[in-house]
């Protein structure tokens, strides 16, 4: 929300601006969609993979203390009428701290996933920024905008960087410009 505030407000400082601008040199700005750069960056795929590998692995070992849960309500179920009150209760209580534990190592192990998966896409985000750089330097862009990050509402579809971008990251058309 405040980026999207920030981003409203760096737009309308620019439209002000603009004119200002415009005696000198002209404003040059491009866009980008991350999400599609991203999805298809080298490297991506393989971090996304990865993590998906870890993240099962973290999964499964959470499963032994699912199916302990698993079985000790089945057990409760099944013994529960011959049980005293007290019985009864301590079990409850016995199973919903299992629970409890449960939800807590899951919670945390949701965490290091997160974690995780920033650690794995890093690289592919810094070489992605790089690159993004690099294009905005060598073909003199003022600004390069984020359609996927919801900054912008139309543009000019000439105006898209995306491919340039995607190009430059897979090794093609590396230090050249476009026709921009």
């Known amino acids: 929300m405040i980026r999207k ?4 407000a760096l737009a309308s400082a620019l439209l002000v601006a603009a004119p200002m601008a415009a005696q000198t040199a002209p404003l040059k700005v491009g866009y980008i969609n991350s999400a599609q750069i991203l999805s298809e960056a080298p490297g991506a795929g393989a971090a996304q993979q990865q993590f998906e590998e870890e993240v099962a692995s973290m999964r499964a070992s959470l499963q032994p203390m699912a ?3 698993d079985q000790l309500v089945q057990q409760y179920e099944q013994q529960q009428l011959t ?5 009864r ?4 209580q016995s199973i919903l701290e299992k629970q409890q ?3 807590q190592r899951a919670q945390q192990m949701e965490v290091q996933a997160e974690q995780r998966r920033t650690a794995l896409i890093q690289p592919v985000m810094d070489e992605i920024g790089r ?6 330097v060598e073909e003199g862009y003022h600004l ?4 996927a990050a919801g900054s912008v509402i139309a543009a000019d579809p000439e105006l898209d960087l995306t491919q340039e971008i995607l190009r430059r ?3 093609d058309g590396a230090g050249g410009g476009g026709a921009r």
């Open 101 to 103: 534990e449960l939800e």
């Open 67 to 69: 199916d302990e849960i």
């Open 83 to 87: 049980m005293s009150e007290t019985a």
């Open 5 to 8: 505030i920030w981003m409203g």
């Open 169 to 171: 990251l897979q090794g």
């Open 131 to 136: 690159v993004i750089e690099e294009v905005r």
């Open 89 to 92: 209760q301590q079990r409850q």
């Open 144 to 147: 390069i905008f984020d359609i």
